[in-house]
């Protein structure tokens, strides 16, 4: 039947084992696109996902593959991001397939993210089939790597594919392997339509675009059907598959991936995890949805011209129709004007919507230095949650302070452990368990998210020449002893420079921020004080100094092209330049504290 035809299926891997390139071969293999439409990394669309080289949003691709067995199959391939900040997202890409791959590296081994994300699968009961990568590498040690993903995740990798996504080796055997080993997928072809929303995005021309696993039944262009969540009927437009490019089939049956367009132009109209019905059998229940995640970064974003704040939050609004963790409302700041305080994953997921801001809407942001959510219970028994230090109430009237707690589990191989369980003390860790596998050592700590979130990954890697990984998620909220450093700008307190900080590094970190601050804050025509402060106490000072000359007069007389690329640089400079007072200060400064150890 067609359904025994249909292979759906993701790709576990971490960032950089190959994923992009080995489904780029899928792609060529199976004749989706021309040589000359084969660009480098189809798959990952976004400009910015391209340039960072990891993959953000569930995509999808529908293939023809002729196996050896001389059937057709139809492949759908459902892109899953690799990033430790994005998991939530792989859970939902998951949901739409019955297998995964597991691609691993071959000279590099098994990585933390891979393994929280191939339990992810197994949980989901899909079949997981582990690749070993880069065997092209000389350093490729594919029984070892075999034996970790045995140790480690528990799966018998003795007899996986060893391919080269690079020089194409093995490619074949890998599609062949997946149409052996996924399940077809069930469901009930002639039963009323049932499709869940994997994914929607708004797309100027067409509206909302969504992505969607038809469970059962089919949905055919023109057809009538009704979001769940809304209870809206709408009508059909447009059914098809991506190729990778959009291609329009009028129908998508049980056990399809594709896309659907529904004339639907409010944004909230077909939210992700939602199922469409048919207006004909409109009670048919409703798909389980996906977890709601939550955010575990928050900072106060900013237009810096006030007039775009309007356009900001439509920009905003459009974003959080495909990123249900992209949490957003107003804020206002005495510093700063309006804007809004967002929540995010993690730093690199904040640092992706103000590119996307900056870039796909055009507009200029200034962002304040992220912080965790804080549970303050105050002498009067209320329980208060604190996502913006500036609003943290007084200390007077605090009688506990609780900070999110992350369980982190860490992969690293023998020789860096000493290293890594540095920096795990550093940043107040306690260990929970330590495991020796084959080389890699699995350690379980609990670390305070705060540190956690801001460069742990960073410094992790550092500290472990890129070996160790990491994955986490948060537990609890724990009693602990934290202070709020506010900073000030020729006397005035600024609120959006206002942290919450360990009360054993909140000195040493307040004398560090104001030295980073007198840094990056441009010499102005006279002297900025710059100092750190816990309450009304004063714990350190800084002063940036005056300029003495004129910057411009010094070019009279100079070449004009120099002065002319010395003010643009002054424009450009004051794009992201927010006036404190009679202050110009820098976007770099709002985020000094992310600098500071
Ligand atoms: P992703 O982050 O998992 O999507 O990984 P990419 O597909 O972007 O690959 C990361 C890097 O590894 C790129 O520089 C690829 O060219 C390289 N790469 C991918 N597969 C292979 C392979 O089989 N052999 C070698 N030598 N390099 C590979
Ligand atoms: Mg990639």
């Known amino acids: 039947s067609r359904l025994d035809h249909i292979r759906n299926f993701s790709i576990i891997a971490h960032i950089d084992h190959g994923k992009s390139t080995l489904s780029d071969r899928f792609i060529q293999v199976c004749g989706g696109l021309s040589d000359r439409e084969m660009q480098a990394q189809v798959l990952d669309s976004m400009d910015i996902e391209r ?30 991001p690799g990033h430790v900040d994005f998991s939530y997202e792989v859970s939902r890409s998951l949901s739409a397939c019955e297998g995964a791959l597991l691609v691993v590296d071959a000279a590099q081994g098994v990585e933390a993210q891979s393994v929280a994300n191939c339990y992810t699968a197994i949980e989901q009961g899909l079949e997981v089939i582990p690749v070993l990568n880069k065997m092209d590498l000389p350093q490729a040690d594919p029984d070892k790597v075999a034996q970790e993903i045995e140790d480690i995740i528990g799966l018998d990798a003795t007899e996986a594919v060893r391919c080269s996504a690079k020089s194409g080796l093995n490619i074949e055997d ?66 098809g598959i991506f190729t990778p490019k959009m291609t329009a089939t009028g ?7 594709g ?59 459009k974003l959080s129709l495909n990123d249900a963790s992209l949490f957003f409302e107003p804020e206002s700041s005495d510093a700063l004007g309006f804007g809004f305080r967002c929540g995010f994953l993690g ?71 000493g290293n ?26 609990e670390i305070p998210m705060g540190e956690v979130v801001m460069d742990f990954f960073d410094r992790l890697k550092s500290a472990s ?28 307190r600024v609120d959006a420079l206002a942290t919450i900080m360990h009360t054993d590094s909140v000195r040493r970190r307040g004398a560090a921020l104001t ?44 070449d004009v092209s120099r002065k002319k690329k010395l003010l643009q640089k002054q424009k450009d400079g004051k794009k992201r330049m927010k006036q404190i007072g009679n202050v110009e200060i820098p976007q770099s400064a709002f985020l000094a504290v992310l600098r500071v150890d």
């Not at 002729?66 to 459902?78: D, P, S």
Request: charged share 25%.
């Open 51 to 80: 340039e960072r080289g990891i993959t953000i949003k569930a995509q999808s691709v529908t293939l023809d593959y002729k196996a050896r067995n001389g059937e057709t199959y139809q492949l759908n391939f459902i892109d899953t």
């Open 174 to 239: 890998v599609l062949e392997d997946l149409v052996a080993r996924v399940p077809p997928p069930e469901g009930n072809i002639d039963g009323p339509l049932q499709a869940l929303i994997i994914d929607s995005w708004f797309d100027p021309y067409l509206g909302v675009v969504s992505l969607i696993r038809v469970k059962n039944g089919s949905i055919k262009k023109g057809d009538k059907i009704r979001m769940k969540s809304t209870g809206r009927d709408h009508l059909v437009d447009g059914i």
């Open 251 to 257: 129908e998508l049956c049980t056990g399809e991936v």
């Open 259 to 317: 896309y659907m367009v529904g004339s639907i132009k409010e944004i909230h109209g077909a939210p992700v995890g939602d199922t469409i019905v048919s207006t004909k059998f409109p009670d048919v229940d409703a798909l389980p949805g996906f977890q709601k995640v939550k955010p575990q970064v928050y900072a106060g974003l900013f237009p810096v011209s006030a007039d775009d704040f309007e356009s900001f939050r439509d920009a905003l609004d």
């Open 347 to 417: 730093m690199l997921h904040m640092e992706i919507i103000q590119e996307r801001l900056e870039r796909e809407y055009d507009l200029d942001l200034i962002t304040t230095a992220p912080t965790v959510i804080y549970e303050v219970l105050t002498r009067r028994g209320d329980v208060l949650m604190v996502d913006n230090p500036s609003k943290l109430p007084d200390p007077g009237t605090i009688e506990e302070m609780r900070e999110p707690i992350a369980e982190c589990n860490i992969l690293v191989p023998q020789e860096y452990l």
């Open 420 to 445: 890594v369980i540095t920096l795990c003390i550093e940043k107040r860790g306690v260990q929970i368990d330590m495991q020796y596998t084959g080389s890699q050592v699995a350690l379980k700590y």
């Open 465 to 492: 020449r890129g070996f160790a990984s990491l994955d986490y998620s948060f537990t609890r909220f724990q009693a602990s002893s934290l202070q709020r450093l506010d900073v000030l700008v020729n006397g005035e």
């Open 515 to 558: 030295e980073k601050m007198k840094e990056l804050i441009p010499r102005q025509m006279f002297d900025v004080a710059i100092q750190a402060a816990i309450g009304n106490q004063v714990v350190a000072r800084t002063t940036v100094k005056a300029l003495r000359k004129n910057v411009i007069a010094k070019c009279y007389g100079g």
